[in-house]
T-cell receptor, first 113, second 110 residues
Framework: GAVVSQHPSRVICKSGTSVKIECRSL??????MFWYRQFPKQSLMLMAT?????????EQGVEKDKFLINHASLTLSTLTVTSAHPEDSSFYIC?????????FGPGTRLLVL | AQRVTQPEKLLSVFKGAPVELKCNYS??????LFWYVQYSRQRLQLLLR??SRESIKGFTADLNKGETSFHLKKPFAQEEDSAMYYC????????????FGGGTRLMVKP
């Protein structure tokens, strides 16, 4: 089946630093990748949609300058949380698709101290 | 606008009992509906999609356009079915974007 990986799986950083999270589709080429945020005991909230070679489309309320998304190839998208603050602590999940269902990564837990 | 509602946050049943996880949606076009499952400490994974009309792990779901529902059912729950279940919708003009319901935690007791 389609496999999506994320790196790192867990990151702890100091307030004010930037953190980059990678999302890779391992055995298929993903024309579209999605970034979600999941708070404890809550559902996934879509942050942005990323198409290879074009600018990401952000959902309402998501700051594009804070959450930088790069989708440079059909197998890699990155999410950079810039100048992270404690309120950015969360579980970030990516998914990838060519068409049809999305395949999800295992998630990255970010803790900002 | 598209919306997915899962009215139950928690559903607790005994092993062997029937299970129905409810999902209602609102969308003006032709939606594609999915059920995703997230077992403890594992990633979200696709359980089934309505266009496949298949049964996975004993689960089935039928799209009822009249009632705008896509309830997930299993006649005999197993302990290993305990997980978070998310209903999701993809609109026909949404570029594969999914809208998720709030999720239902299924607990199957021995």
């Amino acid at each position: 089946g389609a496999v999506v990986s994320q790196h790192p799986s867990r990151v702890i950083c100091k307030s004010g630093t930037s953190v980059k999270i990678e999302c890779r589709s391992l055995d298929f080429q993903a024309t579209t990748m999605f970034w979600y945020r999941q708070f404890p005991k809550q559902s996934l909230m879509l942050m942005a949609t990323s198409n290879e070679g074009s600018k990401a489309t952000y959902e309402q309320g998501v700051e594009k300058d804070k959450f930088l998304i790069n989708h440079a190839s059909l197998t890699l998208s990155t999410l950079t949380v810039t100048s992270a603050h404690p309120e950015d602590s969360s579980f970030y999940i990516c998914s990838a698709t060519t068409s049809g269902p999305q395949y999800f990564g295992p998630g990255t837990r970010l803790l900002v101290l | 606008a598209q919306r997915v509602t899962q009215p139950e946050k928690l559903l607790s049943v005994f092993k062997g009992a029937p299970v129905e996880l409810k999902c209602n949606y609102s969308y003006s076009g032709s939606p594609e509906l999915f059920w995703y499952v997230q077992y403890s400490r594992q990633r979200l994974q696709l359980l089934l999609r309505h266009i496949s009309r298949e049964s996975i792990k004993g689960f089935t779901a039928d799209l009822n356009k009249g009632e705008t529902s896509f309830h997930l059912k299993k006649p005999f729950a197993q302990e290993e079915d305990s997980a978070m279940y998310y209903c999701a919708l993809s609109g026909d003009n949404a570029g594969n974007m999914l809208t998720f319901g709030g999720g239902t935690r299924l607990m199957v007791k021995p």
